[in-house]
């Protein structure tokens, strides 16, 4: 295998068949993964100013992509999804794997008292991914092929008061991730949720980290495995997933009282 740059993952290589597109090519776990992918395979990375993406696409082709194409991508531009999925599949052939990679944390404070950004964030985070899903879902269904991978969170499991507007956003993806896998089921299409926890990174940077945090090398490691492995869900890390059920059982008059 190639060496990559520093500070990019070299590790499980998940088998794949057909090009590897990341929407959210500036995405840390994104990129991470898409290194695990790369290996014989051409890799679209749809981001915003995708002409800056020098960085991103030498990583990728020192870990062995055969090509590295840059797609302009404006998640929240929904409209522009179909046309978008459209171009990329005419450039470069079937999409084998799609990554959704996007996302905004946003500011719990200001979405409390400005509804325009509370709205800002569910959009991204949940209506956004619901209609590029649906896309990707259509389009690899008429084939009988393809694999989807979206990231959901521990924050969706149970919806806390101290980040509600993102958590819920997460809590819709992950149910409307779920039900998407049912339906495809048997069709040749294959939908791998990844819940992680805290993770330490760009998006969370300034905050103090929660127990069992991850790093984005971390969750990629873990998503390239289960998608080896023909998973329809990961934790991450693992010992998050007793905890999720955990948390139901905490007492409402508690659960509010918690700081994160």
Do not use: C
């Amino acid at each position: 295998m190639k060496d990559t740059p520093a500070g990019w993952g070299e590790a499980t290589r998940a088998p794949t068949s057909g090009p590897v597109v990341i929407f959210g090519g500036r995405s840390e776990i994104g990129l991470e993964l898409a290194v695990r992918l790369a290996s014989g395979n051409t890799v679209v990375l749809a981001a915003r100013r995708a002409d800056d993406l020098g960085e991103q696409v030498a990583a990728l082709k020192a870990a062995g992509a055969t090509a590295v194409v840059v797609r302009e991508f404006d998640a929240d531009d929904t409209a522009a999804h179909p046309a978008l999925v459209a171009a990329i599949e005419a450039e470069v052939g079937p999409i084998g794997t799609a990554v959704l990679a996007f996302g905004v944390l946003g500011d719990q404070r200001r979405a409390e008292a400005d509804p325009a950004h509370a709205v800002s964030v569910v959009h991204t985070d949940y209506v956004a991914q619901v209609s590029l899903l649906t896309v990707l879902a259509s389009t690899m269904r008429a084939r009988g092929s393809g694999r989807l991978v979206v990231f959901s969170s521990i924050a969706g499991a149970r919806v806390r008061r101290a980040n509600y507007v993102y958590g819920s956003a997460k809590a819709g993806l992950d149910g409307f991730a779920s039900g998407l896998a049912d339906a495809l089921h048997g069709t040749g299409v294959h939908v791998l949720i990844v819940r992680p926890g805290f993770v330490i990174g760009h998006m969370t940077e300034g905050m103090e980290p929660a127990p069992l945090a991850s790093t984005p090398g971390q969750v990629a490691e873990a998503t390239a495995r289960a998608l080896a492995r023909g998973k329809g869900a990961v934790w991450v890390p693992a010992a998050i997933r007793p905890l999720i059920f955990a948390t139901r059982l905490v007492p409402q008059a508690i659960w509010r009282r918690l700081p994160r």
